[in-house]
């Protein structure tokens, strides 16, 4: 028997159906926000010609999470307080939000998210250069997952019936049914997005971070959060047990027990505001 190749996986799913497409207007945020010259008007001009992306960037800004003392009423306003990666991220945050509503994961969406404010949380101690990219690093990590939901509901149902009968694991299942994990899927929409290697790895390699080669820390932060909210019951991506944390993962962070408890601390005060978010 040949041997499957990942290029024919990843052709088996397209075939099966179209990956989701970035929204236009993240598309050109993203390729504003990656130019050295980019300013915070540019994106703020960028934002303000989408009404609904200025709403929900400007209703992201004024909520607890942040916790401004006064309202920021501009989208100009939000970029220069925020800055230029903080709104991109809200950006995906709302595109990604709307693309899991749509497909009913409300669920999938607070852990997406819960992820996300716990890595900011582990990048930020980490003394991590840039956290925000790692918070948008968190939210995307199951976008395969999304994607297969979206795009391919009958196949996605599949594999939930699958997993309710079955003790084989998530990406045996997966594989079995579409040919592909939900995070090689998530590696193909990262490169369909044209997304940097620091959102591609930690989408790839979050169940499995010492495959990442490039995007290490960030991959290895993605993992940990990702452990961390499962055993914290914020949101549900599955129904499959909590996942060991790699040893490897924690210590390419060089944090302590205490910092991890101070990080699990400030991630259950964030989950509170999770509600708000949405």
């Avoid at 989701?20 to 980019?38: E, G």
């Avoid at 709302?94 to 997406?112: E, I, N, P, T």
């Avoid at 962070?253 to 999770?274: K, V, Y």
């Amino acid at each position: 028997m040949p041997t499957i190749t990942s290029t024919d996986l990843r052709r088996r799913m397209e075939k099966i159906a179209d990956l989701p497409t970035l929204p236009q207007i993240v598309q050109r945020l993203v390729a504003a926000s990656n130019r050295p010259d980019s300013s915070a008007e540019e994106l703020g001009r960028i934002v303000e010609k989408d009404q609904a992306m200025a709403a929900k960037v400007l209703k992201l800004a004024n909520s607890p999470y942040y916790g401004f003392p006064s309202r920021i009423a501009s989208v100009s306003h939000a970029v220069v307080i925020l800055g230029l990666n903080v709104v991109k991220r809200m950006a995906l945050c709302a595109s990604v939000f709307d693309m899991m509503k749509s497909a009913g994961l409300d669920q999938l969406w607070r852990h997406s998210l819960g992820v996300a404010m716990t890595a900011h949380t582990l990048a930020t101690r980490a003394k991590l250069p840039h956290p925000e990219e790692v918070f948008a690093a968190g939210l995307l990590h199951d976008l395969g997952y999304v994607a297969l939901h979206v795009k391919a509901p009958d196949l996605a149902a599949q594999i939930i019936l699958e997993m309710q009968s079955s003790s084989r694991s998530r990406a045996e299942i997966e594989q079995a049914v579409v040919g592909a994990t939900h995070a090689e899927i998530a590696g193909w929409l990262a490169d369909n997005w044209k997304l940097p290697i620091t959102l591609k790895d930690p989408m790839m390699y979050h169940h499995h971070p010492t495959l990442a080669r490039e995007a290490t820390s960030q991959t290895a932060i993605v993992h940990i959060a990702d452990v961390l909210v499962k055993a914290m019951g914020c949101g549900s991506s599955d129904n499959q047990p909590v996942t060991d944390l790699s040893p490897e993962a924690w210590e390419l962070l060089h944090l302590d027990d205490a910092a991890l408890d101070a990080c699990i601390e400030i991630a259950a005060r964030d989950f509170e505001s999770i509600d708000d978010l949405l």
